[in-house]
């Protein structure tokens, strides 16, 4: 028998497993253990600089991919696992297609909770984001030519990057984003804080909207390409679907990408993907 309904039609057990993605794919790991293995044969193959610090923290490092050529692109990448776990070697693969299309690529690690809190998590993400367009002439990259990208609760981070009034935040140029590459994230953390995710995320009612990347959508924002999979609980694919649409409805530019069939550690690759629909829709925003 149901219980109560605590958002939408779902009771607290659906709603829980509505943002557990691993509820679908219960070989997660196995996807991920191949990732890692392609990250370790890319930052073989790559010129890369790895655990650059951008903070005093063990967590504020970062791994570098430089263009090979002066005044290129930028994207750089906020990795997911549900806020508490990953990291940015992780992701190492990813730079592969960026690099070889003529972007430099940062992957960005930063704090995850429960030993932060959402909110210093962000604020390490946006110091990673100003540290990448201070210093992007030192690995060939223009910092007029910024873009984001992030996966999952990467891409919740990505998505208050997008947002982030970096004139008030940092001093720096209001578009400082010119575009992102968000896939499968969370932009109404209202769910998620009725979900057991809120165990660990500890959100109150102002901290979830602090951090809802949806209620602050800019008068002037910048493309967005959005991806999400067929193969994904039913709630990432509103979140995406819904944040797109208001993106749209503010008159702000967006493509958005539903992938028939791919499930959620699938899409992740996709971001090495030359001939996928996403990749080549966010290669394209750069001018790729």
Not at 97 to 103: D, I, L, P
């Amino acid at each position: 028998m149901a219980g109560p309904k605590i958002w939408l039609d779902y009771d607290q057990e659906a709603l829980d497993s509505q943002y557990n993605q691993r509820a679908l794919v219960p070989d997660a790991d196995d996807y991920i253990a191949v990732d890692v293995a392609e990250s370790a044969r890319v930052r073989e193959k790559l010129d890369c600089r790895i655990d650059v610090a951008y903070g005093p923290s063990e967590d504020e490092r970062l791994d570098v991919f430089p263009a090979a050529a002066p005044g290129s692109p930028l994207a750089v990448y906020m990795h997911g696992g549900a806020w508490t776990r990953s990291d940015k070697a992780n992701e190492s693969f990813m730079a592969e297609a960026f690099v070889e299309a003529g972007a430099a690529f940062v992957a960005a690690n930063f704090g995850l909770c429960p030993k932060v809190t959402l909110d210093e998590m962000i604020r390490q993400a946006r110091d990673a984001v100003a540290w990448s367009h201070e210093n992007a002439a030192s690995f060939n990259a223009d910092p007029a030519r910024l873009y984001i990208a992030g996966h999952s609760s990467g891409g919740h981070v990505g998505g208050m990057m997008v947002v982030t009034d970096w004139p008030a935040t940092h001093g720096l140029p209001r578009d400082l984003v010119k575009g992102a590459l968000l896939c499968s994230g969370m932009y109404d953390l209202a769910p998620v804080r009725l979900s057991a995710r809120n165990d660990y995320l500890r959100l109150d009612e102002a901290a979830e909207d602090r951090n809802s990347a949806i209620r602050r959508i800019p008068d002037e924002g910048c493309p967005l390409v959005i991806g999400y999979g067929g193969g994904e609980q039913t709630e990432f694919r509103r979140q995406s679907r819904e944040f797109a649409a208001a993106w749209r409805e503010a008159g702000l530019e967006v493509r958005e990408f539903d992938m028939p069939g791919v499930n959620h550690f699938e899409l992740r690759r996709h971001f090495n993907d030359p001939e996928g629909p996403i990749l080549k829709a966010a290669l394209e925003m750069m001018g790729l």
